[in-house]
């Protein structure tokens, strides 16, 4: 029996005390006790990044993700029935669950989102709409008059006048004087609003509220079909949209201000345990022992795989000096001269 033939026959061996499962454990327990500052070393991070970003064909990789896209939504854009249908019972229960659950929101972080040019252009155009349907319909008798005073009345006190100069324009039947104070008013309601929308948002009385309310907007998504959002994402072309980040990272990834952000990031997150062992840390979150036992099924499953294919019987043998002697050639035969 050749060294080869004996080796492979070991290494085929099943069972948890067969040689590959302890290779498995002996794999997996390097890993386990290597630093995180080695596992985490920026330049190799910015290398594997590099090296899984370059020669792409970028025509082919669009034209084929494009078709996978195309195929799979129409997979599911065919499926019949409201989308809670496809999900496991328990996702939108746990779901609702925690959406239930109140949320703290900060003002400040909230004004800031909320209060962008786009938003306060949104609210303007509203009020500013509403407001002007309203008084266009509003008819001489003073019933409707009180009508929208009483309206103005529940308003902020500065809302007074100005609903009270909007009335004195309608009843001159001066409409264009009407939309003009409308919009005055509605230039100084924007921020108003926008300050009352927050508060309500972040009023502890009202978290339970929000929380139906979450719960409510999530079961109405997952009432829709799946071919309504299959149709939604088609229109946000999430493809091109996805690649052109891609390109744009590729084109990031090989600079020093990249490896300088990675270094900062590693830095932040892991901080004072860039000393310590991947197993430690995984000991201090209490998932080393089933961290451990996943990784050595992935890896003792992988080298069964491999110690079984062809492939690595070739390697071993051509390693061990084993594989064919290649074949000398035939010695040319030599001609005597002719005599002439």
Not at 89 to 108: F, M, N, S, T, W
Not at 124 to 146: I, W
Not at 187 to 215: E, F
Not at 240 to 262: K, P, S
Request: glycine fraction near 6%.
């Amino acid at each position: 029996m050749t060294e080869s033939s004996h080796l492979l026959k070991q290494l085929h061996k099943r069972g948890e005390k067969s040689p590959t499962a302890a290779l498995a454990q002996v794999v997996v327990q390097q890993v386990l006790d290597r630093k995180l500052n080695v596992l985490l070393d920026a330049r190799r991070i910015q290398g594997w990044v590099l090296t899984a970003l370059k020669d792409w064909d970028d025509a082919r990789l669009a034209t084929t993700l494009a078709a996978e896209f195309a195929r799979l939504t129409a997979t599911y854009g065919a499926l019949s029935g409201a989308t809670s249908r496809h999900l496991p019972a328990a996702i939108p229960h746990a779901l609702a669950e925690q959406l239930r659950k109140p949320l703290p929101l900060d003002p400040v972080l909230l004004t800031a989102l909320l209060d962008q040019p786009v938003v306060r252009s949104l609210v303007r155009d509203v009020l500013q709409t509403t407001l002007v349907n309203f008084v266009k319909k509003a008819s001489t008798p003073l019933s409707e008059h009180r009508l929208f005073s009483g309206v103005v009345d529940k308003a902020k006190g500065w809302t007074r006048g100005v609903g009270g100069g909007v009335l004195a324009a309608v009843s001159s039947g001066l409409e264009a004087e009407a939309e003009r104070r409308i919009k005055d008013f509605v230039d100084d309601a924007v921020s108003a609003a926008l300050q009352q929308a927050v508060a309500h948002l972040c009023d502890p009385r009202l978290r339970d509220a929000y929380g139906a309310m979450r719960v409510g907007v999530m079961e109405s998504a997952l009432a829709l079909t799946p071919g309504a959002w299959m149709a939604q994402l088609r229109d946000a072309d999430p493809v091109e949209r996805g690649l052109a980040l891609v390109f744009a990272f590729r084109t990031l990834a090989g600079t020093d201000e990249f490896h300088a952000w990675v270094v900062q990031q590693i830095e932040r997150v892991v901080g004072p345990r860039l000393e310590h062992s991947l197993g430690s840390v995984l000991e201090e979150l209490g998932l080393l022992s089933a961290a451990r036992a996943v990784a050595v099924e992935v890896a003792q499953y992988e080298l069964e795989l491999l110690f079984s294919s062809d492939a690595f019987k070739t390697w071993l043998e051509e390693t061990l000096g084993e594989g064919e002697e290649p074949k000398a050639k035939p010695a040319r035969k030599k001609t005597k001269p002719s005599r002439s």
